[in-house]
């Protein structure tokens, strides 16, 4: 009997330890360790990125959104714009369009030592920037996941370190290129002071040309310091505009006091009349260019031309032709105005959309959540917020600093809840591979064991602690969970040989019960009816004989039918045989030790007796509504052949029941 039950509860036990955990629990076990992994440095996977992002084109911090700038105040910020590319000498390029964010940390060292090497080293700054920016984001990431394994793996945060050759070469490369653009710097500084010399230089010539005029030599001398002043390069900034006002007064002062060479002078005065009118009309043609930054920096050279390569006009002239160049020049001016008036509007819309966001992530409370599933859930929620922050926009330069603090605080608040739990969650987990490491160690020295009582016992107690213990490590957890099967595999598998193939005693007993089935058939052919007494005396000599091997208990049942169809053959009431069936089968069941058929029978039996006895008390309550009708009423007989049909149903059942509780199990 105990053999029976220790193994109907290893079935049951054995089911669930021989089933691998389901996809679902991975699914959430493997959640979780993403979750602890990308989270272990409190959140240093931040988006390095988003802080260049969010910061505006120079530009529209630098434009002067004024309004009603006169004509002159246009043209001297035009002035300004050009001194400061004059004073940098570089040549306005567009940089073509490459997703260094999709790229692999070597790939962009190559890219940075190709364009450092193929690029003058002042004007590749911005593409340095991006690649900075995209090696920052990435190298960030995997330092993230080396020191989150370094943790993992019980090391302490304070001797972590890592070293990539990747970063080694890169910062070599970002050393050399701001060495090298360090020199490039001074060079120009010394450069344009050398160059603000000679043009000062050109100036003071020109003044003693105008103060000691030739008739016969000045014009060509004139051409001479025209063609030096051309040749000179850029001057520092701030003396950009003077340097060239003050020029072209003494130019203008000479053409006035040009009256040997008439000719040669209204010949320039109509050649740069005919120029400086084809300007205007380039001017013009601007207010058709579509991106008005385009149209902003070929206004830019345009006023480089009309200034540095073309000279003066008839006295008569200048000034009609320069307010027709102003106004032509102001139009464009004003649609950059109102571009970048617009633009900033919308960046300041952009960062009261910020602060919302900010707001709401830093109202969020956390402080509720008890399980992973919650975290997961409370997760995504602060990422959808993070979300709509990034994809909201740029803001000004002047906002972006405090937002993005503001951003960074908010998030790292949720962020320290959040790591504190998976914290605690991952120490969970280390207790719980201890625990299940201790299992395992039962297990093994269990899985040869041949102490079949005991070690059954033991070994289902094992599998039901196992299910119990929460999640481990997910690195572990496969690994762990193999072992531990096998070793129950082993020991079950061998339990399973032993019961299937039984003691020498049990295959005795089969060998009786095979010759004894055979005997029974022989009479169930034989046309003579046995005695009531007869069929019993056979029932009893094969119980005599004890079980069978656990793998071969099915003659027991071969038994019960070949008994059945005897009882069959005798001329008895049906439910006195009914009831002797019924002890036969038991009986079997008794045999083979099949306890959870026997308690199901019994649990039946109990339930329609119950149904069958509210039935007949419904019934017998029924008949008091035919008090006033006669005996042979048919409903009232109906009613009364139902109570007795009942009646009998109820002693077979009850009958059964009292065989069940009089076996011994």
Known sequence: MLDEKNDNLQDKVED??????????????????????????????????????????????????????SESEVVDEIDDHLAKASEKNETIVEEAKVNYEAMSLE?????????????EVHKINNQVNAIKSAFSGIFSKLLAEKKATFLENEGESIDFSYSNPSKIK??????????????????????????LELRVQVIDQLKDLIENADSKTMYSKFRDL??????????????????????????????????????????????????????????????????????????????????????????????????????????????????????????????????????EIDAYDPTGNVSHKDWQSSIKIIDDLRNQFFKIGKVSRSDNEKIWNKFKDATHKF??????????????????????????????????????????????????????????????????????????????????????SGSKEEQEVLSKKKAMLDEVRAKIDDTAELALETINQIVAEWHDLGKVPHGMRHVESKFSKLVDRLYSKLSIDPSKIELI???????????????????????????????????????ENNISF?????????????????????????????????ILKKLEY
Request: aromatic share 8%.
């Open 16 to 69: 669930g330890a021989n089933s691998e955990p389901t996809q679902e629990n991975k699914i959430e076990q493997e959640s979780i360790e993403k979750t602890i992994k990308v989270d272990t440095i409190d959140n240093a996977v931040e988006i390095t990125s988003e802080k260049n992002k969010v910061i505006v084109e120079e530009e529209v911090e630098d434009a002067d959104l004024t309004e009603n700038k």
């Open 107 to 119: 790939s962009l060292v190559e890219e940075l030592e190709k364009l450092i090497q193929t690029n």
């Open 170 to 195: 890169f910062n070599k490369l970002i050393s050399e290129f701001k060495d090298e653009r360090t020199k490039y710097y001074k060079s120009l500084e010394s450069e344009l002071s050398g160059n």
């Open 226 to 359: 025209q063609e030096r002043w051309k040749k000179i390069g850029p001057v520092v900034r701030e003396k950009y505009s003077d340097t060239w006002r003050t020029y072209h007064h003494h130019v203008e002062r000479f053409y006035d006091l040009l009256h040997l060479s008439n000719d040669y002078r209204d010949l320039d005065f109509k050649h740069n009349l005919e120029e400086k009118l084809k300007l205007v009309v380039r001017v013009d043609a601007l207010d058709l260019e579509k991106d008005v930054n385009v149209a902003f920096k070929k206004l830019q050279d345009i006023h480089k031309v009309w200034k540095e390569d073309l000279g003066p006009v008839a006295r008569e002239k200048r000034d009609e032709l320069w307010d027709i160049f102003s106004a032509a020049t102001k139009k464009i001016h004003d649609r950059r105005h109102d571009y970048f008036r617009d633009l900033r509007s919308k960046y300041d819309e952009n960062a009261e959309k910020k602060k919302v966001i900010i707001e």
């Open 415 to 500: 962020n320290i809840e959040k790591n504190k739990y998976y914290k605690d969650l991952k120490s969970v987990q280390q207790v719980n591979l201890d625990m299940k490491m201790k299992l395992i160690a039962q297990a093994e020295a269990l899985k040869t064991s041949e102490e079949w009582e005991s070690a059954t016992e033991v070994m289902k107690k094992i599998q039901a602690d196992w299910k119990e213990i929460g999640h481990v490590p997910r690195k572990y957890s496969d690994k762990i969970w193999k072992q531990f099967k096998n070793a129950c595999n082993q020991y079950f598998d061998s339990y399973h040989e032993y019961k299937n």
């Open 581 to 619: 069936k019924f002890k036969n089968q038991m009986e079997s069941l008794v045999a083979q030790n099949n306890y959870r058929k026997l308690d199901g029978e019994q649990i039946f039996l109990r339930k329609k007796i119950d149904e069958l006895i509210r039935e007949q008390k419904q019934l």
């Open 626 to 658: 035919f008090s006033n009708a006669k005996d042979d009423n048919p409903l009232l007989k109906n009613v009364r052949n139902s109570i007795n049909e009942i009646g009998s149903k109820l002693d077979l059942l009850k009958g059964k029941l009292s």
